[in-house]
């Protein structure tokens, strides 16, 4: 007799052996992470994890790829009708909210650690595509409306937006007494200024 798979039991599951993942590589890094450790987190057997995933390289790949998606998702329920500079204003804090998170820090330093792995290079190139075509719209449509600067391209400015963002990040991984609750103010204002407008 055939098994079934209960898809939202599959799903269910994986975002559980993510989440452990999320846990396990922000406390012990990429190297000190083990599969015996990642089972443990997830509360699973290791036959479990390895039918979902065959190395502790693709658990890191998929959580990257779980971002991107989620990016995709948020930039998908955004209205057409939408206030182009409210749009941006509010990803910069939905940016933010992730970033709080206390395990980011320490899996962004796992991920710099497989850095030069072409799977990995290859997710973090796709997540850079999807935030450039997802915030480049909306800077394009706020600064017709005058809401933006527009003595940049539409694609400079996006550009500079993530290089600002990925430097708080890189900064957040790299000290420890830099956190979003005592710097969010001064990113929201740094924001601001290098969009302009009104």
Avoid at 56 to 71: D, F, P, S, Y
Avoid at 89 to 110: C, E, K, N, S
Avoid at 122 to 130: F, M, N, R
Wanted: glycine content about 8%.
């Amino acid at each position: 007799m055939v098994r079934t798979v209960d898809p939202e039991r599959h799903r269910a599951r994986r975002l559980q052996i993510i989440d452990a993942g999320l846990t396990c590589f922000a406390v012990a890094g990429y190297s000190g992470t083990t599969t015996a450790a990642l089972c443990r987190q997830a509360g699973i057997g290791s036959g479990t994890f390895f039918h979902y995933f065959p190395t502790k390289q693709h658990l890191l790949v998929a959580i990257l790829e779980l971002g991107t998606r989620e990016t995709q998702d948020w930039f998908a329920a955004r209205e057409p009708t939408e206030d182009p500079r409210s749009v941006l204003d509010t990803y910069i804090a939905h940016a933010l909210d992730d970033f709080a998170d206390p395990r980011i820090a320490g899996f962004v330093r796992a991920v710099g650690a497989v850095m030069g792995e072409p799977a990995v290079e290859a997710a973090l190139a796709l997540d850079a595509h999807v935030l450039q075509e997802g915030l480049e719209p909306w800077i394009a449509r706020a600064q017709e409306l005058g809401r933006v600067r527009d003595d940049l391209t539409a694609q400079r400015l996006t550009t500079w937006i993530l290089l600002v963002l990925d430097g708080f990040l890189g900064r957040l991984a790299t000290d420890e007494s830099f956190t979003v609750a005592a710097e969010r103010s001064m990113l929201e204002d740094t924001m601001a200024r290098l969009l302009g407008g009104n």
